[in-house]
């Protein structure tokens, strides 16, 4: 009976011990899902700023050459 009871007991503390790890490994798994998303997050928003510099310069080219155009035209013109 002693050995029965314990057997019970051991097969009750590996349980609580098992779950307590689980639980603490669903825990790291969640913080590492947030660090990335929010390492996800970082990479859009460099992206984004990217593309902003890039069609922010190719409209500040754009209008420096529309102006060279009109400055040409206003010199054949004027000749």
Known sequence: ????LLLVAVVATLGLASCNNAQ???E????DSLAEVARLDSI???QA???QAV??????AAADSLGE????????TNQ
Do not use: F, G, W
């Open 24 to 26: 603490v490994q669903a």
């Open 49 to 51: 700023d990217s593309i």
């Open 1 to 4: 009976m002693k050995k029965v």
């Open 55 to 60: 069609i922010e310069a190719a409209e500040a």
């Open 44 to 46: 859009a928003k460099a």
């Open 28 to 31: 790291k798994a969640r913080q």
């Open 69 to 76: 155009v009109a400055e040409e035209a206003a010199a054949l």
